[in-house]
């Protein structure tokens, strides 16, 4: 959430160039106990409401947060410190192929732009990018977006609830209330996540959130990360929600930690046998720096008692990872992402959630990640939760680093020709945000934990695009000692395009399959996946959902007469995709892409261009699924 200027506009949405404010990180073996046990707050019931789109009118000066002007522009270190030895040659791997032919493929068009603005009567804000989040069991596909979620079936691909805004769905106030006269604004939320538990059949959301002064919009400095329960195992009924107070100030029985009020950026979830975890980047509202990730570990069992019954509120664990040291001089750790799986078994230990990081701090490039063991997870909200420890290790990689922004195929861009038309400065075709090199989602499964990073690949004339690197790391235990090892590792790169933005999915078979946006010269851009085979190497990158024109949203560009255009010719895209393993062995995913497209007189005679669309962006989401024991 917290990156640029611009990115703010839309929403706060993710966190872009956390690598740029996070300065290094990274030590080897410190294990850290957590600090003392707090309890979530509960929130009432939530759950999805009746679709109820509103216009999707531009209204300028109430279209995006009040608090984009009081954001930092982005680009600040938060240290001075620098790797020993660090790789001085981007890296340069060999081209995948791409084809359109996708054995045991399905896949539909899903949220997009205009279903985010017109949710809730049209009382949102335009918000980009979409920050993916995807979930499947059962007979439901459940995708959660900024800030717009929605159920589908799970066969028939048709929406059976929702879209529902996301303030409407954790029962809040609406992010603005247009009929209000003053305009009145509710809480500010950002970065949804999801997740589908096999053990024990229930759906969870996560999302952050800051308070706002309802007269103006403006933060007032309190925060929470709001998780949703499902009651029972269909999504479409009702969700018990609770919260964590992120805000760190001391008050409230939160620690006291520097600068905050503070808030937990783009939370990140995980779970195994017996805890569901969050972790958070945490930033202060009302000031520069970085505290570092906050790791939240809850009781799953609990947490889904208190769902179902209304029972007594679960504890939780937190461990501040921005007290450890790091292996780098001025590094603090961040984007620590947890692990899900499809398996979800108790691992030694008595119980032992995995994580990953990535270690450029300093938005060069690196060869080392971090693997992370949270170990005793039964204690978890028991008596013995002081047992339940965080431990890491540094272990050798390929090489990754900061990728640029990538390119995409010319076409019709009503927005930037409206733009020009009315007497601003021409509009060049934007880029898409490469963002950083943080760790993606990722995922264990038969032993293993599998994630990628965006990376810049360099080709031989010396143009650096966007390039996916992806890990597969063994991690163990000797001695009750965390150890880990690169298993097998690769890079995805498309000769003359870019691929970006990278989740894996694997099933309880252990097949796997990397999926991404693939963008350039010669493809709009387009939701694609590659399968990763046994040998660990990247196969062919197929085109799931070709896009059908390129990114024409108010980020990208720059009008000295409209409020809110203030791009330097770059979209935000992202902020991340979602793959995770569905029924019978099938591996479903979700990423952005550009689903249609319109001439400027179209655009002019109607500003959604037939519902596809809003004034201000036009970007999508495509879901996939891909069954690879058709193979």
């Not at 929130?43 to 509103?54: E, I, K, L, N, S």
């Not at 045991?104 to 009382?123: E, Q, Y």
């Not at 195992?233 to 520097?258: E, K």
Request: charge should be negative; aromatic fraction near 12%.
């Amino acid at each position: 959430m917290r990156h640029a200027k611009r990115s703010l506009l839309i929403g706060l949405s993710g966190l872009t160039l956390i690598a740029m404010f996070a300065a290094a990180f990274f030590f080897y073996g410190h294990t850290q106990a957590a600090g003392s046990d707090r309890f979530l707050a509960g929130g009432g019931t939530g759950g999805f409401t009746a679709a109820h789109a509103g216009n999707a009118s531009a209204m300028f000066a109430s279209e995006f947060s009040p608090n984009i002007e009081d954001q930092d522009d982005e680009g600040d270190n938060d240290g001075g410190g620098s790797q020993q030895n660090p790789p001085t040659v981007a890296p340069n791997p060999a081209s995948n192929g791409v084809t359109t032919h996708n054995p045991g493929f399905s896949g539909f068009a899903g949220l997009n732009h205009f279903n985010t603005r017109t949710a809730s009567g049209g009382n949102q804000f335009s918000l980009e990018p979409p920050d993916q989040g995807l979930c499947v069991g059962g007979n439901f596909v459940v995708e959660t977006i900024n800030d717009v979620t929605a159920v589908y079936n799970r066969f028939s691909h048709q929406i059976v609830a929702g879209p529902t805004g996301l303030n409407e769905f954790f029962r809040l106030p609406l992010a603005i209330d247009r009929g209000a006269n003053p305009l009145v604004f509710g809480p500010f939320l950002s970065d949804p996540k999801c997740y589908f538990d096999t053990a024990t059949g229930h759906w969870f959301m996560t999302i952050l959130e800051l308070d706002v002064d309802p007269a103006t919009g403006g933060f007032t400095g309190p925060s929470h990360t709001f998780i949703a329960v499902s009651q029972t195992s269909n999504p479409t009924n009702a969700w018990s929600i609770f919260s964590i107070d992120t805000t760190d100030d001391s008050t409230n029985g939160t620690p006291s930690h520097a600068n905050c009020p503070c808030f937990g950026d783009q939370p990140l979830i995980g779970a195994d046998a017996f805890g569901f975890y969050i972790t958070t980047n945490e930033f202060p509202v009302f000031a520069n720096g970085f505290n570092g990730a906050q790791v939240y570990a809850i009781s799953k069992f609990q947490l889904i008692n208190a769902a179902k019954h209304a029972g007594s509120l679960p504890s939780f664990l937190q461990f501040d990872t921005g007290a450890l040291p790091t292996p780098d001089q001025g590094g603090i750790w961040y984007s620590i992402q947890p692990a899900t799986s499809p398996e979800l078994h108790g691992e030694p230990n008595h119980g032992t959630e995995y994580f990953l990081s990535a270690l450029d701090f300093f938005g060069t490039l690196d060869n080392r990640i971090a693997v992370w063991a949270l170990t005793n997870t039964s204690a978890i909200g028991g008596p013995h939760a002081d047992h339940v420890a965080l431990s890491h290790v540094v272990i050798g990689s390929e090489t990754y680093g900061q990728p640029p922004d990538a390119r995409q195929k010319a076409g019709s861009t009503p927005l930037a020709d409206f733009i020009a038309a009315n007497g601003d400065p021409v509009q060049e075709l934007s880029k898409l945000a490469g963002n950083d090199d943080r760790m993606n989602q990722v995922v264990f499964a038969h032993g293993l934990l599998y994630a990628g990073v965006n990376t810049v690949v360099q080709v031989p004339n010396g143009e650096e695009r966007v390039g996916i690197a992806y890990f597969i790391v063994q991690p163990g235990f000797a001695h009750d000692r965390l150890k880990a090892q690169v298993h097998k590792q690769g890079y995805v790169s498309v000769a003359g395009e870019s691929v970006l933005f990278p989740s894996i999915g694997v099933n309880d078979h252990g097949d796997a399959l990397i999926a991404f946006t693939l963008s350039g010269p010669d493809f709009f851009p387009s939701a694609a996946y590659a399968e990763i085979g046994s040998n660990g190497r990247a196969g062919q990158v197929h085109v799931a959902g070709a896009g059908l024109g390129p990114e024409d949203s108010f980020t990208g560009y720059d009008s000295p007469t409209v409020v809110g255009f203030e791009g330097d010719g770059t979209s935000r895209w992202g902020d991340y995709s979602a793959a995770v393993a569905g029924p019978g062995g099938s591996i479903w995913f979700a990423t952005e892409y550009i689903g249609q497209t319109c001439t400027l007189d179209e655009f002019v005679t109607d500003t959604t261009c037939g519902g596809t669309r809003t004034v201000l962006a036009n970007w999508g989401t495509f879901i996939g699924s891909v069954n690879l024991s058709h193979h």
